[in-house]
């Protein structure tokens, strides 16, 4: 897929383009980097695979829009 098509895709899914340097693509709860057009497949039949992507939960330290916070406290139920 080229980066035109994988931008179009990412929007679709919820993701905005937050670093073009790196290719970094987030949602206040999701940061994912190195999406670029080595790494996206379309196959045949229309899947797309992302492979060697760098994922990780968006914490407002990251400086995209995050707003998840990471604690080491568990809250049984």
Do not use: K
């Not at 970094?24 to 060697?52: K, M, Q």
């Amino acid at each position: 897929m080229s980066d035109e098509e994988i931008a179009t895709y990412m929007q679709c899914m919820g993701f905005e383009l937050r670093n073009p340097r790196n290719w970094t693509y987030a949602t206040p709860e999701i940061y994912l980097s190195n999406i670029h057009d080595e790494n996206v497949i379309r196959s045949e039949s229309g899947n797309v695979f992302v492979v060697d992507c760098d994922i990780r939960i968006n914490t407002p330290e990251l400086n995209s829009g995050g707003t998840r916070l990471l604690t080491r406290e568990v809250e049984f139920r």
